[in-house]
């Protein structure tokens, strides 16, 4: 970095511009100031030396913004190379609020920073630039407009597609693909990583049989996926906002593919396990960077339709997975359980480096430094000690009354209490700003999201094993009745979405979906031992209306209530909750169920499936057991009614902010 380049310092007003080196300084008059973000305030006295900016916590480098629009005002010849000022709207990807202000650089930096095929022109086309001299008017800030140059070859806003676009730019169609093709290529990703969650279940059997895995090593191949996503996912979402969201999300990808491989290899239990750890870390970076891109994207309101398409590829993936789970299996093995993940997520990986580009990078010392350490060890430590701690209280490897059991719950209950005082009070930059998300606006929002989470895993994970050990059906046939839930939830999903894209309402879409979801958690009560055929599709049914709706309808109103600057960390606290949500509902729910089994287990047991003999017992016994889980879930859902109810009435926009922000396909 030269000392002509320009150094743009964060701020909430975007008036905080400071040109490093000698040569500018000078130039500024008594009353011409750069406000600093402490308040400090910079003249021709206050001389801070490069160094002492550079290694500021504020810096943020002026690679790190997004230029959107720019407008030449003038060139001046004084400094030791041509100064252009020109009036610039640009944007930092982790506030996504684009403004315009005035900058200033040298002619050799911006020809190397710009893009001509972006900005649709360079400065050296223009030998003949109008030079201001300094001493002709000592406000560098305040230089009159090339109106010409401006009208020539500035930036065009489209105001019937509402985004911004160079007048170079390739023709809608091709704009309109590529951007779809993104779109696919992220809900691509984000069904893979669901999918991880519920196609392994029917072959963990054969999976444990075929690697001689102990009852403990049973447990843990399941369960170390949603732990290792759950406790990575804030870290994701933070890290993105210093190294982009694109690169980000293309290492989780890679993270994700790895740990695939790993598991498909596999030769012995631990290998499995440690594959199924990369995959969640893996998969904790997909899920919250495909929220966090489609909030970066597009406005709020245009974000229901895309929500309500990552509630769809949920709602599917829940009703496929134990399918595939079931056929790869019983026909060409449990490894492709594994292995399919490969050229898939490949194909949207590629898809995606080479179409999505967001922001460019940045590598400053200073941001990293600024990153939250402490509190990023505290947060995966805390959740890790806390979720081990509820499964080997659930398994067979210790009892919950045992030392360990006890000392990783209570320990990961006071690590993550010295987390949170630690966001709120002490943290500069938190993981998770408690104090910004945490008001009466976003709670219910958060307390609803959570509990739909909470019971909807119930659906995909307890009626499937009904199905099985109850009825006694087959993998493949308890999958095909699991879409008596899906077809509807995908549906309202969807019509949902488009609702609250086209009316910007979303509580009354909130305050339908949460009665409907309590009633049909509970009829499923009313399940009994023998197969009534009717009670499956029409229970399910209600379930999934009620369930599908609250998707991302309690999304886009939390994120309507949080600034623009702190959507991300949002989307990142949520994410996380929800995956919280859904390991702790697992092992509660299981515990809760055991509860009416006696010395039955709930996953081991092999129910009879003739109509008559001892099976008889053993399906009436599950029933119970269920049934204790079921009112359990629908009190769950009582508690989410009641919290929904108290969701502030918020105008939801057409506008991302100032402008909606398109992926740059070029």
């Given at each position: 970095?030269?000392?002509?380049?320009?150094?743009?310092?964060?701020?909430?007003t975007?008036?905080?511009?400071?040109?490093?080196?000698?040569?500018?300084?000078?130039?500024?008059?008594?009353?011409?100031?750069?406000?600093?973000?402490d308040?400090?305030?910079l003249?021709?006295?206050?001389r801070?030396?490069?160094?002492s900016?550079?290694?500021?916590?504020?810096?943020?480098?002026?690679?790190?913004y997004?230029?959107?629009?720019?407008?030449?005002?003038?060139?001046?010849?004084?400094?030791?190379?041509a100064?252009?000022?020109?009036?610039?709207s640009?944007q930092?990807?982790?506030?996504?609020?684009?403004?315009?202000f005035?900058?200033?650089?040298?002619?050799?930096?911006?020809?190397?920073?710009?893009?001509p095929?972006?900005?649709?022109?360079?400065?050296?086309?223009y030998?003949?630039?109008?030079?201001?001299?300094?001493?002709?008017?000592p406000?560098?800030?305040?230089?009159?407009?090339?109106?010409?140059?401006?009208?020539?070859?500035?930036?065009?806003?489209?105001?019937?597609?509402?985004?911004?676009?160079?007048?170079?730019?390739?023709?809608?169609w091709?704009q309109?693909?590529?951007?779809?093709?993104?779109?696919v290529?992220?809900?691509?990703?984000?069904?893979?990583?669901?999918?991880?969650t519920?196609?392994?279940?029917?072959?963990?059997p054969?999976i444990?049989?075929h690697?001689?895995?102990?009852?403990?090593e049973?447990?843990?191949?399941?369960?170390?996926?949603?732990?290792?996503s759950?406790?990575t996912?804030?870290?994701?979402?933070?890290?993105?906002?210093?190294?982009?969201?694109?690169?980000?999300?293309?290492?989780?990808?890679?993270?994700?593919?790895?740990?695939?491989?790993?598991c498909?290899?596999?030769?012995?239990?631990?290998?499995?396990?440690?594959?199924?750890?990369?995959?969640?870390?893996?998969?904790?970076?997909?899920?919250?960077?495909?929220?966090?891109?489609?909030?970066?994207?597009?406005?709020?309101?245009?974000?229901?339709?895309?929500?309500?398409?990552?509630?769809?590829?949920?709602?599917?993936?829940?009703?496929?997975?134990?399918i595939?789970?079931?056929?790869?299996?019983?026909t060409?093995?449990?490894?492709?359980c594994?292995?399919?993940?490969?050229?898939?997520?490949?194909?949207?990986?590629?898809?995606?480096?080479?179409f999505?580009?967001?922001?460019?990078?940045?590598?400053?010392?200073?941001?990293?430094?600024?990153?939250?350490?402490?509190g990023?060890?505290?947060?995966?430590?805390?959740?890790?000690?806390?979720?081990?701690?509820?499964?080997?209280?659930?398994?067979?490897?210790h009892?919950?009354?045992?030392a360990?059991?006890?000392?990783?719950?209570?320990?990961?209950?006071l690590?993550?209490?010295?987390?949170?005082?630690?966001?709120?009070?002490?943290?500069?930059?938190?993981v998770?700003?408690?104090?910004?998300?945490?008001?009466?606006?976003t709670?219910?929002?958060?307390?609803?999201?959570?509990?739909?989470?909470?019971?909807?895993?119930?659906?995909?994970?307890?009626?499937?094993?009904?199905?099985?050990?109850?009825?006694?059906?087959s993998?493949?046939?308890?999958?095909?009745?699991?879409?008596?839930?899906?077809?509807p939830?995908?549906?309202?999903?969807?019509g949902?979405?488009?609702?609250?894209?086209?009316?910007?309402?979303?509580?009354?879409?909130?305050?339908?979906?949460?009665?409907?979801?309590?009633?049909?958690?509970?009829?499923?009560?009313?399940?009994?031992?023998?197969?009534?055929?009717?009670k499956?599709?029409?229970?399910?049914?209600?379930?999934?209306?009620g369930?599908g709706?609250?998707f991302?309808?309690?999304?886009?109103?939390?994120?309507?209530?949080?600034?623009p600057?702190?959507?991300?960390?949002?989307?990142?606290?949520?994410?996380?909750l929800?995956?919280?949500?859904?390991?702790?509902?697992?092992v509660?729910?299981?515990?809760?169920a055991?509860?009416?089994?006696g010395?039955?287990?709930?996953?081991?047991?092999?129910?009879?499936?003739?109509?008559?003999?001892?099976?008889?017992?053993?399906?009436?016994?599950?029933?119970?057991g269920?049934?204790?889980?079921w009112?359990?879930?629908?009190?769950?859902c009582?508690?989410?009614?009641?919290?929904s109810?108290t969701?502030?009435?918020?105008?939801?926009?057409?506008?991302?902010?100032?402008?909606?922000?398109?992926?740059?396909v070029?």
């Amino acid at each position: 970095m030269n000392h002509n380049e320009i150094l743009a310092l964060e701020h909430k007003t975007w008036d905080a511009l400071c040109i490093s080196g000698s040569t500018l300084l000078p130039l500024l008059s008594d009353d011409c100031v750069m406000v600093f973000p402490d308040g400090m305030k910079l003249s021709k006295e206050s001389r801070p030396t490069l160094s002492s900016i550079l290694t500021s916590e504020e810096f943020v480098p002026w690679s790190s913004y997004t230029i959107l629009e720019s407008e030449v005002r003038s060139l001046d010849k004084n400094a030791q190379s041509a100064l252009i000022c020109y009036k610039v709207s640009a944007q930092r990807m982790s506030d996504r609020d684009s403004q315009s202000f005035d900058a200033l650089c040298s002619m050799d930096f911006y020809q190397l920073r710009s893009n001509p095929t972006h900005f649709g022109f360079s400065f050296t086309d223009y030998p003949t630039a109008p030079l201001v001299s300094c001493a002709e008017n000592p406000h560098l800030l305040r230089l009159i407009t090339d109106t010409t140059m401006a009208s020539e070859k500035s930036l065009t806003h489209d105001v019937e597609e509402n985004r911004l676009q160079p007048a170079t730019q390739s023709k809608p169609w091709r704009q309109r693909f590529r951007s779809h093709l993104v779109i696919v290529s992220l809900f691509l990703c984000l069904f893979l990583a669901a999918l991880d969650t519920t196609i392994v279940a029917p072959a963990l059997p054969v999976i444990a049989s075929h690697l001689n895995a102990t009852t403990s090593e049973y447990t843990w191949v399941g369960s170390a996926y949603t732990l290792a996503s759950t406790s990575t996912t804030p870290l994701w979402a933070k890290i993105s906002d210093i190294w982009g969201r694109r690169v980000i999300l293309m290492i989780a990808n890679v993270v994700f593919l790895c740990g695939s491989l790993v598991c498909a290899l596999s030769r012995t239990p631990l290998m499995l396990i440690g594959g199924r750890v990369l995959q969640g870390v893996g998969s904790g970076g997909i899920i919250v960077m495909v929220t966090i891109i489609v909030a970066d994207l597009f406005p709020i309101r245009e974000r229901a339709k895309y929500y309500a398409l990552t509630g769809i590829v949920w709602a599917i993936s829940s009703g496929v997975g134990p399918i595939l789970g079931g056929v790869f299996t019983q026909t060409i093995g449990w490894r492709w359980c594994f292995y399919i993940n490969l050229p898939f997520d490949g194909i949207s990986l590629i898809i995606l480096f080479f179409f999505l580009h967001l922001e460019p990078v940045t590598t400053a010392v200073s941001t990293l430094r600024s990153f939250d350490w402490t509190g990023s060890v505290l947060v995966v430590g805390g959740t890790v000690c806390f979720l081990y701690g509820l499964e080997s209280g659930s398994g067979n490897e210790h009892s919950w009354d045992s030392a360990f059991t006890l000392g990783l719950i209570i320990g990961g209950l006071l690590i993550l209490l010295i987390w949170g005082y630690y966001e709120w009070a002490i943290a500069k930059c938190p993981v998770i700003p408690l104090r910004l998300l945490l008001s009466r606006s976003t709670v219910p929002c958060l307390l609803t999201a959570f509990f739909h989470s909470f019971t909807f895993i119930s659906f995909s994970y307890f009626n499937p094993l009904y199905f099985q050990n109850v009825l006694g059906v087959s993998p493949i046939q308890s999958g095909l009745y699991v879409f008596a839930l899906v077809l509807p939830l995908s549906a309202m999903t969807l019509g949902s979405g488009l609702f609250v894209q086209r009316t910007g309402k979303y509580r009354p879409v909130i305050w339908i979906g949460c009665p409907l979801m309590t009633v049909g958690t509970g009829l499923f009560i009313d399940f009994g031992p023998r197969l009534v055929l009717w009670k499956i599709v029409v229970y399910q049914l209600i379930a999934g209306i009620g369930a599908g709706p609250l998707f991302q309808a309690p999304m886009i109103a939390f994120q309507n209530a949080l600034k623009p600057e702190n959507v991300a960390a949002g989307n990142a606290a949520l994410a996380f909750l929800k995956n919280l949500a859904t390991s702790l509902s697992l092992v509660i729910g299981g515990v809760v169920a055991q509860s009416g089994l006696g010395d039955l287990r709930l996953v081991d047991s092999n129910a009879e499936t003739e109509e008559d003999g001892g099976g008889t017992v053993d399906r009436t016994a599950f029933v119970a057991g269920l049934s204790h889980m079921w009112i359990f879930y629908t009190a769950i859902c009582g508690v989410m009614t009641i919290a929904s109810l108290t969701i502030q009435k918020r105008r939801l926009g057409d506008e991302h902010d100032n402008e909606e922000v398109v992926p740059d396909v070029n």
